[in-house]
């Protein structure tokens, strides 16, 4: 089994998860979204893409794993609180979509290229 905790690994993760990003942002191009931002950073955090609708906001968090099950499993409600405080961050430096209706998404990749979008996969108060 590969070491993951080396550079190599951290960076083989790394391009993993850019790939992965790349492969959910084009998924929901496909189904009308326009991506607004890809790895927005805040000082709560970050979020993988922020992706547009007519006036529908999505946060949207990727999770890749081997299989998509993995994926599923991989959201935890920690993370869920940290992703809604940094959408609410990064709404506050856009107040210009502020009045959009928002809602939290996640995209799961597998290994083996599947995509599966799941829309409203969580609440903000997670």
């Not at 959910?24 to 893409?49: K, M, N, V």
């Not at 529908?56 to 935890?76: I, M, N, P, T």
Request: with cysteine.
């Amino acid at each position: 089994m590969p070491d993951r905790t080396g550079p190599q690994g951290r960076r083989a993760a790394f391009s993993r998860g850019l790939a992965a990003e790349a492969r959910a942002g084009a998924h929901l191009e496909a189904l009308g979204f326009s991506i607004l931002s890809r790895r927005a950073r805040t000082e709560a955090g970050e979020i993988d893409l922020v992706v547009r609708q007519g006036d529908l906001l999505v946060f949207c968090e990727v999770k890749a794993r081997a299989d998509l099950d993995g994926a599923a499993y991989a959201l935890l409600p920690r993370q869920q609180r940290r992703i809604a405080a940094a959408a609410s961050a990064w709404l506050a430096a856009r107040p210009d979509l502020a009045a959009l209706n928002a809602r939290f998404d996640v995209v799961l990749v597998s290994g083996r290229g599947m995509v599966r979008h799941l829309p409203a996969a969580f609440e903000a108060d997670a």
